[in-house]
């Protein structure tokens, strides 16, 4: 009896892509799985050709050579696309992988056993100062952590020697068990996955190839780091376990408030007193920068409290950049104390003029009068 044609099995024209492949194959593997259709040999016979017809559709060359050949491409004696196990050994859990695999981070074998036991990444937080962040910093931080067992190499046998496959998984890291109408595949309990096992354990670190230890790191804080800025030390973090690749250590940053500075992004603001003859008559005033110098600044005559001077390129340096950002100065114009007589009676005599007092203070004179008002309309 001659053979169904693959396409015909699946339902699909031939010139289907791989995702129309994959789609119609879950739709007819689930329909006709034995399980599912317990005692029927048509379903049974069917589940079997669905099996075959995407065994070879799903594979380039093998789709290739029957398009040209048909299924005399795979008759002389070899073995059939669907020999060597198909899905029969694996029972549903080889379809439940087949449709779910990709999701769930790709098929069983050395990629999931290469990262089972990675170490522990870890989080060191660090406090900086303004200037720190400004100008960068190169320091050096103590981690406690886990390091390589230097007993054996992280190897986790005695004198080095090297693992043995897991007699639970035989090697794989993962077990299978039956729940109903599910075959469930898990991590393995015996070597969490690694699918190794010591027979003879090294002494110096009970066999896990690591033991804890107070490590010193070089880092390098780069100028222009914000609050929250988050460094990563790739493999500075917990070894893993007897072999496995180390986890990774994030640095982060928080700097601290500063008694005269505020930053704002790039943008560093200052509140700056300013004497009152020097807000009135003009003059200079030295303000810090965060740099640590001090800038020579011109008051322009008649500063009043709140005015901001901005000094462009005076801020925070941006983070791998030449930018910088600029600097606000805020003026607060600071009111005299510990007068002397005469002082006294010249600010009097000043105070004394009111056609003067309300040009030379028209906000508070302003204000004045729109009191007078308020009061005027409340007695009509």
């Given amino acids: 009896m001659a053979k169904q044609d693959y396409y015909e099995s699946l339902g699909v024209s031939r010139d289907a892509d791989a995702a129309e492949l994959k789609k119609a194959y879950r739709k007819l593997a689930m329909q006709y799985h034995p399980d599912r259709n317990p005692d029927d040999a048509e379903a049974e016979k069917r589940f079997k050709e669905v099996n075959e017809a995407y065994e070879v559709l799903k594979d380039a060359e093998k789709r290739a050579a029957y398009d040209r050949f048909g299924h005399a491409a795979f008759e ?54 303004l200037e720190d962040a400004f100008n960068g910093l190169k ?55 690694t699918g190794q096992a010591i027979e003879d354990p090294c002494r110096g670190c009970s ?19 914000e609050d929250g800025t988050r460094i990563r030390l790739a493999g500075e973090g917990e070894a893993g376990l007897r072999g496995a690749p180390a986890g990774d250590l994030y640095i982060f940053l928080g700097i ?13 603001h200052v509140r700056v007193p300013v004497p009152m003859a020097t807000a009135t008559l003009g003059g200079q005033i030295e303000v810090p920068t965060v740099e640590g110098k ?9 500063t009043p409290t709140g005015h ?25 114009v600071e009111t005299p104390v510990n007068l002397t007589k005469k002082q006294k009676e010249l600010l009097k005599e000043f105070a004394g003029d009111e056609k003067q007092t309300k040009k030379q203070s028209p906000e508070s ?11 005027e309309d409340l007695r009509d």
């Avoid at 080095?160 to 993962?174: E, F, I």
């Avoid at 039956?178 to 898990?186: A, H, K, L």
């Avoid at 204000?367 to 009061?375: A, I, M, Q, S, T």
């Fill in 76 to 129: 002389g004696g070899g073995p059939g696309p669907g020999a060597g196990g198909g899905f029969g050994a694996g029972g549903f859990a080889d379809i439940f992988e087949e449709m779910f695999g990709d999701f769930m981070g790709g098929g069983r074998g050395g990629g999931q056993r290469a990262n089972a036991g990675r170490g522990s990444d870890l989080r060191y937080n660090m406090e900086i100062t």
């Fill in 139 to 193: 320091t050096d931080i103590r981690v406690p952590t886990s390091v390589v067992c230097d007993d054996c190499d992280g190897t986790g046998g005695k004198d080095g020697a090297a693992p043995v496959a897991c007699g639970s998984c035989g090697g794989a890291g993962r077990v299978r068990s039956q729940s109903g109408f599910f075959t469930v595949e898990r991590t393995c309990p015996t070597c969490q996955g």
């Fill in 207 to 225: 066999g896990t190839g690591r033991k804890q230890r107070e490590k010193t790191l070089a880092v390098n804080i780069p100028a222009g780091v």
């Fill in 256 to 268: 601290r408030p500063h008694r005269f500075f505020r930053r704002d992004g790039a943008d560093i």
């Fill in 294 to 302: 001090l800038l020579r600044v011109t008051i322009p005559e008649g």
């Fill in 308 to 332: 901001q001077l901005r000094l462009r390129g005076k801020g925070m340096k941006v983070m791998r950049s030449e930018a910088r950002g600029d600097m606000f100065v805020q003026i607060f």
């Fill in 365 to 375: 004179s302003g204000f004045l009068d729109k009191v007078k008002e308020l009061w």
